[in-house]
């Protein structure tokens, strides 16, 4: 989740952007193409023709609300009670998504296509965004020109806090059809170049009506309050429906301590409560994608427990686990196939949810073979008949992205991906 902040938007840009720069300066490809300009503008801003020069932009067109807005607003409801009964009602933050166009320029032959797939291979690498690197991008962005815009914003703001409130950015690719590119195109009323879509989740903005502190939302006496949930392990950082989080923060042991998921009546009852961390099993019917905590103190009443207070709203993201097998080859060609592949989900998928099917030839990890967008169930379901169109055969490792969330792929003793694969005759 990110920063309750009026710099919500701008800081994610500067992240982007310098994410971009950082790895440029690192890497060969700038012998190839010369000197590389990142930037944040506008794409009819931008110089092209005879002054065109080898530059990546990042630019955002659209901002929408995000789904998981009702928990939020809920938290900010009964928290802001809690701290203050005589606060006059305020308005819910705003929980947004921010959507950007990636576009590569260059005047020389092949120079956009390779600045563009460079940038997409660094961006699929870095899915989520620690805030250790968001810290210093935005250190970067506030020390490498005093005079900038984004520099005089963050002057006088704690950075390391800021960083602190983000926790992550969870970044994620957005496969629009060609209709959709146009459209965007079109509004922009400039010349098109290769670009691809980016979607950033999730940004809060706050009411000013709040009462805050310098690091954010004031935090009263023994209010618990969460930091950080991730996986019980290193060795495993993905977090899957039923496996054990560690929930991190301070104050979080109460005199009755359960969790609460997703604003639910029902509470769960952890394995382990300490002050600073909690582990806790998830339920193995969670869905996937971004699910929201809680840590809630109860107390002993006449005939029931009654809730003391609770902590901020935390995000954990639930990864989907597939196993996929060739359900029927539908049309063989000398040099291409039309299949079906049948993909098995756990937990099982929501209706409403949107599913990106991806195949990389294990021969050539490096290559994303197909990128397929399937139109969502019709019903919550488990099992899925995907059709995949003119691909060579050969022998595929096969990941989805449901709601933006991939599942992971297996690696074998030799440290080689080596599942979910399925082979096309």
Known sequence: MMMSNALSIVAVTAVLKDLLENGLVSDSITASVG????????????????????????????????????????EFRSKHSRVNKTQRSVNPPLALDLHYLL?????????????????????????????????????????????????????????????????QIKLSPEFLSMEDNSKIWSALQTHYRPSASYQVSMVLIDSHELNQSEGGYTVLGSEPNIEQVTALTQKQPIIFAGSNVIIRGKCLRGDITRIRLNNSEKLLVPEDIQETQINLKLPSDLSIGVQAIQVVHLAMGNAEYIEKMASNMAAVIIHPKISVSLHQVIDSAADLRSVELTVKFYPQLKKTQRVVLLLNDISCLNDLAQAIVVPSPHEDTEVMNIAVKD??????????????????????????????QVTIP
């Open 391 to 420: 691909i060579k055969p050969g022998t595929y490792l096969v990941r989805v992205q449901v709601d933006g969330v991939a599942s992971p792929l297996e690696m074998n003793q030799t440290g080689e991906y080596h599942s979910p």
């Open 35 to 74: 000197d590389v300009l990142v930037t944040a503008l506008p794409p009819d801003l931008i110089k092209v023709g005879t002054d065109e020069r080898s530059q990546l932009n990042f630019f955002l067109y659209h901002v929408t609300q995000n789904r998981n807005v009702d928990w939020v607003s809920q």
């Open 103 to 167: 576009t590569a320029y260059g005047a020389k032959d092949f120079q956009a296509e390779l600045l563009l797939g460079y940038a997409m291979q660094l961006l699929h690498t870095t899915t989520v965004i620690t805030s250790d690197l968001i810290e210093n991008a935005l250190k970067n962005a506030s020390t490498s020109n005093t005079t900038s815009l984004i520099s005089q914003a963050l002057a006088g703001v704690s950075i390391s806090k800021l960083a602190e409130q983000i926790g």
